[in-house]
């Protein structure tokens, strides 16, 4: 089934350009309807644009009140009639009345196996440094639908990645971001094709 999805962006959009490209291959069978960044200059705004994809800056901070910028963001979510909101490289709170609204609608890719490594501050380079630092031997990326907390609702699909022992902070964040691509494209995948059952916390999925 085709889906109508919102991108939600704050930075330079490479998960989102995995989903344009696997669009454009026909991979998947979605529609990007719009992408929304909370940060004007971000280069995914670019990304969108060369590809014919509208795309809107909006920033709570040009809002008098985080009611009204709430009140825009749903409304472009319902004119566009959005069926899923995918947050990519997203660094924003999504309001509560938006998540509450798009219950299991919502999805995030975090550069981490959730629950470790993520929650406040851990977005970005800082998760792959951390990592290092406390010397886990695994790590890699989760697709998770996003309830009321940072990084805290229930896992769709994890891949991991085996830590060799002079690899640095930047070469993990390449390799983590790669599994990042690939998974986020087969969770829009599994939810386009109706796969995923949510029991509670688990995520079952019906292949
Ligand atoms: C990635 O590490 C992603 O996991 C995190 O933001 C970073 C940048 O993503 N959420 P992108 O290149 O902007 O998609």
């Known amino acids: 089934m085709s889906l109508n999805i919102a991108v939600m962006i704050s930075g330079s959009g490479s998960n989102l350009?995995?989903?344009?490209?696997?669009?454009?291959?026909?991979?998947?069978?979605?529609?990007?309807?719009i992408v929304i960044s909370?940060?004007?200059?971000?280069?995914?705004?670019?990304?969108?644009?060369k590809h014919g994809i509208k795309s809107?800056?909006?920033?709570?901070?040009?809002?008098?009140?985080?009611?009204e910028y709430e009140e825009e963001l749903l409304e472009i979510l319902n004119n566009k009639k959005i069926d899923l909101i995918v947050l990519a490289g997203y660094l924003g709170i999504v309001p509560g009345e938006i998540i509450k609204h798009y219950k299991n609608k919502i999805i995030n890719i975090h550069p981490s196996l959730i629950p470790s490594f993520c929650g406040k501050g851990f977005y970005g380079l800082t998760v792959h440094e951390k990592v290092l630092e406390y010397g886990v031997k695994v790590t890699g990326a989760t697709t998770h639908f996003v309830d009321e907390g940072v990084d805290t609702g229930p896992i769709i699909m994890q891949e991991p990645f085996k830590?060799?022992?002079?690899?640095?902070?930047?070469?993990?964040?390449k390799e983590v971001l790669k599994i990042e691509h690939k998974i986020l494209v087969e969770t829009l995948g599994l939810i386009e094709n109706k796969k995923l059952e949510i029991n509670g916390r688990r995520v079952l999925i019906r292949r």
């Open 163 to 173: 830590i060799e022992d002079e690899i640095t902070a930047e070469e993990l964040q």
């Open 38 to 49: 909370n940060t004007k200059n971000a280069y995914g705004l670019v990304r969108a644009e």
């Open 17 to 33: 350009q995995s989903i344009i490209d696997a669009i454009e291959k026909n991979s998947l069978k979605s529609e990007i309807k």
């Open 56 to 67: 809107r800056y909006l920033s709570k901070n040009n809002y008098n009140s985080p009611r």
